[in-house]
């Protein structure tokens, strides 16, 4: 192993070892306040050099979720400068994942007429890490002006290709579905490209297995809560990049209930890991998966690529673990509803 790999694989479980603990975890549900779960994370986490200039008494959530978001995208910033084949593919990943996130964003607002509130929301940190025009995008005010300010990036053609419908409303849903299509697909032809033998195994592996369980979950959601054919049903799930047999989708499409979809998943192998992740809600299945995958590969993989796209993961769980937190208590939700939501 080079100097450079040995290098990326201490620091990222360096910084794996420096995660939430079930103590710290236990600490934060028993705050009472969005102040108090700063002051905790402020005093006794590994966010205090982070949240060091903010203040308990006047503290935005908003600000708070800003800052920690800007904490993780700086900390694998940092980490992808290490000279390794798949840093350039993994950068690449976060970016494009924030891009579309901020695309469907002001698409949601565009359908809304409520333009005006994307660019108060924006990441500013995040704009010297991306070629889209970042003012044009938040000035336009119809689809045509949106279309122009992505005409230089990669996903215009899929965009123009969505436009709004007779009535003027936007598919938002069928856009997220192939804007991520999209980056999933270059993610795994970095994978194929740049990287062989069980580097490229153990990659594909996390990258699948994570698809397959989105495949189910969406599954699950858009027959239970859009009533979706068959066929519309598979034209918003990433089946380029599935294990899961065709038949086996092909039934779960079909199938009259969600309890129906759950026999038939369960029947595959991937499908009788389920019940052992605990899970509130089927959304949860993918995260946990991921999650569950990634702790997994930070102690056993030799590979820097494999344990630094974990550690990402493992960083983005206990980000959504910490907004959770907040979001519950900030809502005064019993304290055992909001630990089950937590992924740890």
Do not use: W
């Not at 100097?3 to 603990?21: D, I, M």
């Not at 990634?294 to 030799?302: C, T």
Request: aromatic share 12%.
């Amino acid at each position: 192993m080079s100097k450079t790999s040995f290098a990326v694989l201490t620091k990222a479980r360096s910084k794996y070892g420096n995660r939430l603990t079930s103590k710290d975890y236990n600490s934060l549900l028993a705050c009472q306040s969005v102040a108090e779960v700063m002051s905790y994370l402020k005093s006794y986490t590994h966010y205090s050099a982070v949240l060091r200039d903010m203040n308990e008494r006047d503290v935005h959530r908003g600000r708070l979720e800003a800052l920690l978001r800007q904490n993780l995208f700086n900390e694998f910033d940092s980490l992808c400068h290490y000279d390794s084949g798949m840093s350039e593919g993994f950068s690449q990943y976060v970016i494009e994942k924030i891009e579309v996130e901020q695309i469907i964003r002001f698409l949601i607002l565009l359908n809304s007429n409520s333009t005006e509130k994307f660019i108060y929301q924006f990441p500013g940190y995040f704009s010297k890490h991306t070629d889209i025009d970042i003012y044009k995008l938040a000035n336009a005010k119809n689809y045509e002006e949106f279309l122009s300010a992505l005409a230089d990036s990669p996903y215009y053609n899929i965009l123009k290709n969505n436009g709004p419908d007779e009535n003027g409303c936007l598919h938002i849903s069928d856009i997220e579905n192939e804007l991520y299509q999209f980056i999933f697909k270059n993610i795994l032809g970095k994978i194929l490209k740049k990287t062989r033998g069980r580097e490229r195994e153990e990659l594909n592996s996390l990258f699948y297995t994570i698809n397959d369980y989105d495949v189910f979950s969406r599954i699950l959601r858009l027959k239970k809560y859009y009533k979706l054919s068959s066929d519309s049903i598979k034209k918003n799930l990433v089946l380029d990049c599935c294990d899961l047999s065709a038949k086996t989708v092909d039934a779960m499409c079909n199938a009259e209930s969600s309890a129906e979809v759950f026999s038939i998943m369960q029947k595959t192998r991937k499908g009788r890991l389920i019940d052992k992740i605990g899970y509130v809600y089927a959304s949860d299945i993918t995260p946990r998966v991921k999650y569950k995958l990634a702790r997994k590969n930070m102690y056993f993989s030799n590979n820097p690529s494999v344990v630094m796209i974990s550690y990402m993961f493992v960083s983005e769980t206990e980000l959504m673990n910490i907004i959770t937190l907040i979001e519950g208590i900030r809502y005064k939700l019993d304290t055992k509803l909001i630990q089950s939501l937590l992924v740890y």
